[in-house]
């Protein structure tokens, strides 16, 4: 049986039909998305902190708390990818995904020792694997090639707009509840976990109301195949492209390490908080236009402009010697997940035929996250055996191999 054209799955609305600027599937998307950061930036950003400060936890333990959480949910997202080409239900997928995260999150409030919260976080990375391979297939699905770039760039704003509202609230409630104190307590904590709880339950409402899945086929013969043979069919520059993502990739430790650098540096939690706010703002401002710019310039050069960024933001982390030096940092380092988080999902896009676009955003994702794995146990080793701007020399240093790897191994056609 010939495979169906997704891409003309979803008949061209007129502009008259769009949302900011994009199709109605997008946006609603897009604002799931910005509920459910709003919700995950008050409970989980705090995390570190929470382990460290609350139950005395070493950094090696932390990162892996933050690795095996995120090796999970990469696991997952190969095969919800895979499920999703299969089963043509992008919206169902999406559902049960954002449904099981919200139900793990009200846990946290009980959590009293480490392993406690890796099983949490292990739920809630599980849930976030279901859903976001559908979820990113069925935003492409629902566009023109030619909109790939601002529709992604739109959504990641939007994701980052929930992000920053969500840590606004939580710096309110932090001074509020404890002012400048350096260390996160219990009760504040599980304030922003109550309160966090419920901008989860409205996303999973708009996802469910709002958002329509244009593919009610049924299962596609063909794509009975083995997963290795699914991969083999790809093209060469989507699997050189894995290959260098990777490289970065076992650099790219988890996010954790610089909130932990932060305080290191005698930053207060609320400073901590304010400075994750900086980093949403430049982050949302950046993603709509690097979208934008890389349907006209291609995304392999606004790729390597984004690890570059990521590389200087880096050695920046590394040589920092005073609080603000991380507040500017945490700004240059929004500026590189602004360009680089839609951009790639839309280069994915264009690497990949149409009916194996779910399985190909499970296998970028399952990369991203099953080596952040070793790369947290990297990075706790080194903070904790050597210094803690080791990490960050070591992730400048496969940043900058990665950006010649992209450059000199993929040299991918002008998406149609």
Known sequence: MAMPNLDASVPPASDSKKILGVRPNVFYLGLTSFFTDISSEM????VPLFLANVLGVAPSVIGLVGGVSDSTEALVKIYSGRLADRLRRYKALSIAGYGLSTLGKPFMYLAGHWTAVLGIR????????LRTSPR?????????????GRSFGLHKAMDSAGAFLGLFIAATVIYLTQRGSVDLTQDTFRLLVVIGVIPAVISVVILAAMVKDPQRAARVE??????????NGMSRDFKLFLLVLGI???GNSSSFFAILRAQNLGNSV??????????????MLAATPAGVLSDRLGRRTLMMIGWGIYAAAYLGFAAAGASWHIWLLFAVFGVYYGIVEGVAKAFVADLVPPEKRGTAFGLYHGVLGLLLLPASLIAGFLWQE????????????????????????VKPARPA
């Open 136 to 148: 990113d297939a069925l935003i492409a699905v629902s566009i023109e090639p030619k909109e790939r």
């Open 386 to 409: 050597v210094s803690p701007a080791s990490p960050f020399f070591f992730g400048a240093a496969l940043a900058f191999l990665a950006m010649l790897g992209l450059r000199v191994l």
């Open 270 to 283: 609320l400073d901590v908080t304010l400075m994750l706010v900086v980093f949403n703002i430049t982050y």
């Open 43 to 46: 409970i989980f950003t705090l």
């Open 122 to 129: 292990f739920a809630d990375r599980l849930g976030k694997g």
């Open 222 to 231: 063909v794509e009975k195949t083995g997963l290795r043979d699914t991969v």
């Open 248 to 250: 970065f990739t076992l």
